[in-house]
């Protein structure tokens, strides 16, 4: 017999490895359109205010960022084209073109640190 899992299936959080929390903060802060706040835990923690029920941690503990080869998640846009503006006005490194995929449509691109990220729009 299978012991069931006691393990909800629901993210409660996503944590993002940065190595200067004070450039994370005010980069996040500015792209989601944030106030900046204070870290946590020895200046190693920042909980990034979100919509919703998932959380992004920015997180220091590790001194040493290692990037994924794929998008860490993505934030939702009702504007992929306004978006993109935004992050080249930002100075974003932005690593494609929008690229509509079926029932979105995607853009890549890096946090400060090398994070690879994205943002979505859906399609109607």
Request: aromatic share 12%; proline share 6%.
């Given at each position: 017999m299978t012991m069931q899992s006691p393990i909800i299936n629901?993210?409660?959080?996503?944590?993002?490895?940065?190595?200067?929390?004070?450039?994370?903060?005010?980069?996040?802060?500015?792209?989601?359109?944030l106030?900046?706040?204070?870290?946590a835990h020895n200046g190693t923690i920042y909980d990034l205010p979100m919509?919703?029920?998932?959380?992004v941690i920015l997180d220091s503990t590790n001194p040493v960022v290692h990037?994924?080869?794929?998008?860490?998640?993505?934030?939702?846009?009702?504007?992929?084209?306004t978006t993109?503006?935004?992050?080249?006005?930002?100075?974003?490194?932005?690593?494609?073109?929008?690229?509509?995929?079926g029932s979105v449509t995607t853009l890549r691109f890096r946090d400060p640190d090398g994070n690879l990220l994205m943002v979505c729009q859906r399609n109607r």
């Open positions: 629901r993210v409660g959080m996503v944590f993002v490895p940065v190595a200067e929390m004070a450039r994370s903060i005010a980069w996040y802060s500015h792209l989601l359109g106030p900046i706040g204070a870290p919509q919703g029920e998932t959380g990037n994924s080869s794929q998008p860490l998640f993505f934030f939702w846009t009702d504007d992929i084209s993109h503006t935004f992050l080249q006005e930002s100075g974003v490194e932005i690593l494609s073109q929008a690229e509509d995929i």
